[in-house]
């Protein structure tokens, strides 16, 4: 194992047991040990409980120098092989012989005293001094802590945090006391703490070291193995890991210590903890940027790594403590601790307390996908009932009910609490527009709002009127004008009962392997310029869409839903392929979705009261034209290195915009042929559509069909997408 591998492991294998570290320079692995201790600390052996041998040796070694005289080097040696200074030594190049020798001699040695006088400022021997100071003290505390109760009481602390049976028959935790500095380590095979430490914590050391305890344990029986984590994952993990692992932890020994009447509310660490506590809502806005990265094609997951974990203070404390509140009142402690060492199923139950309480910040939706997508990598068995149950599903309104808040308060002329901005941001669907559209913002939003209805705007307002107006600043004159009515279209949404009518119809189109992971989708309603996206995790729409053009929402919503069906379907890594690959499968992709669509839309009626209705009938009898274009261009591409952009062209023309008649004919004929089954199975993979719909026309007869030059091209670029994708997983 080369160096710098094992320097980054030991960095992360620190992060993740959850006690005080050093910074990644004072890490020093066993070669930078000083020189003739390396046998030594190899010969450690890692103890069971309290162990305070290193404390022994040390009591022996005073008692030699406090008569002036030199222990003998066994007297050294015997200190440096105890478990916890060995351990400490193979980690961190700052503490060996050299280390213990000079400041023991310094601080006991009567002779030394002169050489005492000139180092007194430096930290390492103020702390021995203070030992020297408190020995008695800490003679006492030892004898406390050899009493069998004091494990006992851990014990008990601990033991409710994990899933019954988990800690039965356990050794106790191995933790061994020594001198160093006032602080505590982890992750090194046992606990370690300072002696003073220790002491200082007086009657919190015992939930203390229950919280390091919680830490060990849980270690024990992770997950999943961090020597199978890809190296480019492991931030991600680190940081939703460091959050779950914190948060549980901290509430054996945080929550009567750090809070109003507890023993220490006021320190620095308490101050700044319960802080950053209140800004969870911003870190988990960062979080969830992250998360939502992941869904992408071709995710940079170094990058999000390392933004996830600077976007975390105090290594997950507070914000892991402000979650498992939620997920305590929200869900019980049963089902928290049953998912004690899952952090993706952490984050799951999270997020549906923050959809049972919306005073809480909630992950959207692609952020919940993004994490049971790395979940699925890492767990044999991933929580994905849990997942789903942590998205939004069906019609999200939340942006509705504040919008119509915040338009009451502006019409009296004053300013909403930043709170209520926050509460209306925070949706979903805001969060989706605002990861894809730069041209969105929460500023450009906010003061349009404030533009159209806060009455000491006006001439603001009328200025801008008379230049023309922004598309988004007439869509929010509309929305004042129109607020009855878009309220009343939205109340008709609110039961669920028409989303849940177009899930069930696109559901007869699924494939299997959607149906056995299927991820519930959702329709989030915004403001911003009276449009929809169904490009996105969430289906985003402004509410205005009801008034204007009801029935191209009702054909958009099940768009959507093909959309992200087909989505998770597809079996091509789109930011892998090439332009000229790229072109030609978005072309038969948006023929197979919306061709399926139109299907729909036709079987229920919805495209004859659609406006578009009259264009879509007089554009089926070009269906033979259309797929004549489509296959000249196809059977000659493999030759024509600019047939894409032709290929474009003649995709674009078989749309009538929003429909895709020859989709339309594709699909209904295969229906027709080979059932709806065969049709399903063929979602997410636009080559299959094609391939089925030759297959169909050609049983069925008279029908326009692509040559076989054009369905060997179809075979090459299928084949082309699936090496593509195999190197990418590669």
Known sequence: ??????????????????????????????????????????????????????????????????????????????????????????????????????????????????????????????????????????????????????????????????????????????????????????????????????????????????????????????????????????????????IQNEGIADQIDKVTTLFEGGSRCNTDYAVRYRKNMAETPRILGRLDDCLCRLTEDNPDYGKIGSEMISAVPMSGHPTGYFMTRAILKSSGKEELVGMYNNPFAFFYLYNIAALRDTSLARLSNGAILGLHEMEKKYISQPETKLAAEAVVSGVDLSAVDCFRRITAILKQDKEPESMLWDIFFRNPGYRALFNHESYYSREKITDLITLVFKPSREAEFKAALSEGGSYMLNNFISHKKELPNVLRAVERLRDGRLFKKAVDQVSTLLPQKCKEDFFPPSLSFIYFDGDVRYGYPVMVADPMWLVESPESFLYFLKAYLIYVSADRARSFTEADLTQRQYAFIIGLKRIQQLGLCDLLAIEDGTLKKMDVYTRYQSALPEFPQRIGDLDAVLARAENHPHAWKEFTMAANKCSVRPGYPVGYRMASVILDILGRDALAESLGNPFAFVRLYQKAALKKGNLPLFSAESMNYISLLESECYRQNRKSLD
């Open 1 to 242: 194992m080369d160096k710098k591998f094992q320097c980054i492991m030991l960095i992360v294998y620190s992060f993740l047991s959850g006690m005080k570290y050093v910074q990644a320079k004072d890490f020093g692995i066993i070669q930078n040990a000083v020189s003739g201790e390396k046998e030594i600390i190899e010969e450690a052996t890692v103890t069971r409980g309290f162990d305070f041998s290193a404390m022994d040796k040390i009591w022996e070694i005073i008692s030699i120098l406090e008569h002036d005289e030199e222990p003998p080097e066994e007297a050294w040696t015997g200190l440096i092989r105890t478990p916890g200074y060995a351990a400490l030594v193979l980690h961190e190049r700052g503490y060996g012989l050299n280390f213990l020798r000079q400041n023991l001699r310094l601080v006991f040695k009567p002779s030394m005293a002169d050489e005492l006088k000139k180092r007194s400022d430096s930290r390492a021997v103020r702390h021995f001094l203070e030992f020297k100071e408190k020995r008695e003290a800490v003679r006492n505390f030892q004898v406390r802590m050899r009493n069998p109760s004091v494990q006992e009481e851990a014990m008990a602390l601990l033991k409710s945090w994990f899933p019954q049976g988990v800690l039965d028959g356990r050794e106790p935790a191995p933790a061994a006391f020594i001198l160093f500095d006032k602080d505590a380590r982890g992750g090194y095979g046992l606990l370690i703490f300072d002696i003073l430490y220790a002491l200082e914590e007086g009657e919190e050391f015992i939930p203390l070291f229950a919280h390091e305890a919680f830490h060990y344990y849980r270690g024990k029986s992770a997950a999943y193995d961090e020597g199978d984590l890809f190296i480019t994952h492991e931030y991600i993990l680190m940081a939703i890991d460091m």
